[in-house]
């Protein structure tokens, strides 16, 4: 039996290569990863992670569809495999399924099914809705079952962190060939990041776990080494990518870690909140005029890099980040309910662009981005309560970690989920000045973070 499938699929591949279409020849492959779906999901699981920080994506131009290769068509399957589970066994693990922030990502999932019924580009919207479905059901729902074993709760991040220090280390290496200059930092770790800010967005997500699996309790020495050379290559790569969102989120997420950690978080935390913004509103037109005199560009070395943050008048990359902003709130105002439809905003934003707010680096192409936040992105293609559904994921994020990391016993577990909580935190910082969750590189440790910290919460506490 074995035989004839063998010389069956020979006989197909020359098919293929005779008529030249060698798509075909990943038949073989394809057939592997469906078999070793259905008897060894665990392993497909892990292989994903491990293939996921190396990914190079790829466009078709004649069928103007672009994905990432090999993980795009891979989470394809598990999607149809999860369906399929789902139906065969008539349910899901309960305990995941009911919890809050389960709840949160299908109500979300819900939302931008529905807008992309009423989208002014359907076809672009239903292949964002099938890109984030897959991404939530297989990084969430079917790593969940995948952490339910303790110890894949630390091989899953270990998996993850060895081809992304590869990465980060070969994007260094490059840089190092063009005296470390900004400019270079933008390219230099593609074919596997498409540009820096992405890249840059992923080694913060990941720096906590890799310091934290450092310092942790009852680790192996040789562990502690390893993860103390890959929390250097990482801080080295974030440091060098020159990208201020991300050093401003890590910045963040580091003192959340702090505040979590002694418990200050409450109505402290919400009383130095309040009067914060007190504060900034009462000096509101000194602040502005404060920032206003800032000219530094982000066009110089970590210095002027760090200085330019704060300035919103000669800075191409802030004021266009500002265009981006008011361009999303426009496109709300005319689509309040239901917005022009998930994944349109980059074909939509130019004629809601003012002259007085375009850059030199401002188009009307749509190549060049999107709205730059995780927010006001869908309030511009999902309408209001797209944002709702965002905020409520983030918020029930943040509630079941902190409460899961005060209820855990001193141990392992409990560095891991700080850890875990520091980077996600770190992740929707910086997803108030860009948004990523289009990609697999991203995807993969917000939504896997999140399902670690449910499994946490329900199974381990």
């Known amino acids: 039996m074995a035989l004839m499938a063998g010389l069956f699929v020979t006989l197909l591949n020359v098919v293929f290569i005779v008529t030249e279409q060698y798509w075909g020849l990943l038949l073989p492959f394809i057939l592997g990863i469906v078999a070793l779906g259905v008897f060894a999901l665990d392993r497909v699981l892990l292989f994903l992670v491990v293939a996921t920080p190396l990914s190079v994506f790829y466009m078709d131009e004649r069928l103007h569809l672009g994905m990432s290769l090999p993980t795009e068509p891979l989470l394809a399957g598990l999607l149809v495999l999860l369906l399929a589970r789902i139906f065969y066994y008539a349910g899901f693990d309960r305990r995941v399924v009911s919890h809050p922030l389960a709840i949160a990502l299908l109500a979300y999932l819900f939302w931008v099914f529905v807008t992309s019924i009423t989208s ?4 672009v919207s239903f292949k964002f809705f099938l890109a984030r479905a897959w991404f939530i059901g297989v990084f969430f729902f079917l790593f969940s079952q995948l952490f339910r074993e303790k110890k894949n709760l630390y091989r899953v991040q270990w998996l993850y962190l060895v081809p992304l220090a590869a990465v980060a280390l070969y994007a260094l290496v490059r ?9 270079a930092s933008e390219w230099v770790m593609s074919p596997f990041f498409k540009e820096h800010t992405s890249y840059a967005a992923v080694l913060a997500l990941y720096i906590p776990v890799a310091v934290c699996f450092t310092f942790m309790p009852r680790q192996n020495l040789n562990r502690r080494l390893g993860a103390g050379l890959i929390s250097l290559v990482l801080l080295a790569g974030l440091l060098f990518s020159y990208s201020r969102a991300a050093w401003l989120g890590l910045m963040i997420a580091s003192l959340a870690g702090l505040l979590i950690h002694f418990r200050v978080l409450g109505m402290s935390l919400l009383v130095g909140v309040l009067l914060g913004g007190g504060l900034f509103w009462h000096y509101q037109e000194d602040i502005l005029l404060a920032l206003q005199e800032n000219t530094t560009t982000s066009h110089g070395g970590i210095e002027e890099h760090l200085e330019s943050v704060s300035n919103i008048t000669t800075d191409d990359s802030n004021l266009e980040r500002i265009n981006r902003w008011k361009s999303a709130w426009r496109m709300f105002e005319d689509r309040p309910w239901f917005g022009h439809g998930p994944g349109t905003y980059m074909f939509r934003y130019a004629p809601y662009q003012k002259t007085y707010d375009m850059t030199l680096i401002s188009t009307n192409a749509g190549d060049r981005g999107n709205a730059h936040s995780e927010f006001l992105g869908p309030l511009s293609e999902m309408g209001w309560p797209g944002p709702l559904f965002v ?17 855990m016993p001193a141990g392992r577990l409990k560095w891991l989920t ?14 108030t000045l860009n948004n990523f969750l289009s990609l697999d590189k991203a995807a993969l440790p917000v939504w896997g973070f999140s399902a670690a910290l449910v499994v946490l919460d329900r199974y381990h506490r």
């Open 418 to 431: 700080l850890a875990l909580l520091i980077g996600l935190i770190s992740y929707w910082a910086h997803g």
């Open 175 to 183: 840089l190092g060939q063009y005296g470390l200059e900004n400019k």
């Open 120 to 123: 002014t580009m359907p076809w």
């Open 391 to 407: 905020a409520a994921i983030v918020l029930l994020t943040l509630f079941t970690g902190i409460r899961t990391y005060h209820r």
